[in-house]
């Protein structure tokens, strides 16, 4: 019995898919940001390229 509860705790498959899922929630939480904070600049920058086009 105690041979099986040390291979449950030394057993670390789980924790790398924890590991590569909190990788991805950082990641998308730092593209919502920045798409929040350079939203309105990018929004401005293609505004002005349209017109510049449409004008041309």
């Not at 057993?11 to 919502?32: F, H, Q």
């Not at 293609?46 to 004008?55: D, K, L, N, W, Y």
């Amino acid at each position: 019995m105690l041979s099986n509860l040390r291979s449950m705790t030394l057993d670390e498959e789980g924790a790398t898919l924890v590991e590569y899922s909190l990788v991805v929630a950082l990641i998308a939480v730092l593209c919502i940001a920045a798409i929040s904070f350079l939203g309105g600049k990018i929004s401005n920058l293609f505004s002005t390229v349209g017109s510049s086009v449409g004008a041309a």
